[in-house]
């Protein structure tokens, strides 16, 4: 059996199973947390096929080098993002995106990391897996809407990484001021079923939108995301 790789003294996948509920947010406002405490954060965007963090961190092609992989410091925080080109068409089979994700990861001389975040694609797909396979994985970030939709699909995602092994989950429901009564009820029910150390509530707000898309900081208009993992 093959060893799997250890990027950093700790390493955070941020999930959800559906997607655009506010997962890269999460990321990224993490990264950022982790990041004004001190600590040394490395940030991989795995989503590649509908990729948010150079988007969120600012990141524009008139920024790009030569180079085939590229590291950004932002905010604090080293990013390997793509779709650094605006509007970049990326349409790779599973296999190549997870081969493209390991040659970039090797390629970079990364700092010495505290805390290695990847930003995770929908689903529980190839990239999930190879990610399992390949990287000692500590903890898991469930990021849900307070829909029962979302909360199936997070459900999923928490059975994938804990049948392989991941003890560690964090739950973060991304909520409405008007959700309905009876669906928060039906929703708070499905996440029992997850064993987290900690559950964590944001609500969505336009500060926190216009954040992510002009770039800026997320770390202070966030809610703390960082107690669980730094204790």
Request: charged share 20%; net charge neutral; proline share 2%.
């Amino acid at each position: 059996m093959l060893s799997k790789q250890t990027l950093s003294k700790h390493t955070i996948v941020v999930a959800s199973g559906k997607g655009g509920v506010g997962k890269s947010t999460v990321a990224s406002a993490l990264a950022q947390q982790l990041a004004k405490k001190g600590k040394v954060v490395g940030l991989i965007d795995a989503d590649i096929h509908c990729s948010s963090i150079a988007t969120i961190f600012g990141i524009y092609d008139s920024d790009t080098s030569n180079k085939e992989y590229q590291l950004y410091c932002r905010h604090g925080v080293h990013i390997l993002p793509f779709g650094v080109q605006e509007n970049q068409l990326v349409a790779w089979r599973g296999l190549l995106s997870t081969k493209v994700i390991k040659a970039a990861i090797s390629s970079i001389t990364w700092p010495e990391l505290d805390y290695l975040i990847f930003d995770m694609p929908p689903g529980t797909g190839d990239m999930h897996l190879s990610i399992l396979s390949s990287y000692k994985i500590d903890s898991v970030f469930v990021v849900t809407t307070m829909s029962k939709m979302s909360v199936s699909n997070a459900l999923k995602t928490y059975h994938l990484y804990h049948r392989c092994g991941i003890q560690d989950f964090v739950i973060v429901q991304n909520s409405l001021e008007d959700t309905d009564v009876v669906v928060l009820d039906v929703c708070t029910k499905l996440l029992s079923n997850i064993s987290s150390s900690e559950t964590i509530l944001i609500r969505r707000d336009t500060q926190i939108s216009t954040a992510c898309d002009f770039g800026q900081c997320l770390a202070e208009i966030t809610p703390d995301l960082t107690s669980s993992i730094l204790k």
